[in-house]
């Protein structure tokens, strides 16, 4: 093997108070409450060279996963993903003790959604959410 990669979680968040909403057709609908955590993740891959440590490439990302309140989430069929175009979450995050920051989830790269579990895991990789979640 050439290469060794590594996986490192930098930061966890987790709320009680996220939305998810759907777009289609231009228009942004509700589709649920949710409970949501946040991982954001360095992934490493270091690769043999001809120096003995090697070199490391690094990249940074986020995945969420959510669980929908069952009883917000009671007419989620197939349909919706057929005209989901995007899905953007909004959930409040403590910055400090009694202190809360609303946040804006978007650009979210689906991973699995897994009905039958009510287990939904998405990726962001833009660099500029996950410095945000970092600061929180």
């Not at 939305?19 to 043999?48: N, P, Q, W």
């Not at 690094?58 to 989901?84: M, N, Q």
């Amino acid at each position: 093997m050439n290469y060794k990669t590594c996986d490192e979680t930098i930061k966890s968040l987790h709320s009680n108070t996220g939305e998810v909403f759907i777009l289609s057709g231009g228009r942004r609908m509700k589709l649920a409450d949710c409970k949501l955590d946040i991982d954001i993740v360095r992934h490493s891959t270091v690769y043999k060279a001809r120096n003995p440590t090697g070199y490391s490439v690094r990249e940074r990302y986020a995945t969420v996963v959510f669980c929908l309140d069952t009883k917000t989430a009671a007419e989620i069929g197939e349909s919706v993903f057929e005209s989901a175009e995007g899905y953007e979450i909004y959930f409040e995050a403590e910055k400090n003790i009694g202190e809360y920051e609303k946040i804006k989830l978007d650009n979210l790269m689906e991973e699995t959604v897994d009905l039958f579990e009510n287990e939904w895991v998405f990726r962001i990789e833009d660099e500029a959410v996950i410095r945000k979640l970092i600061k929180i």
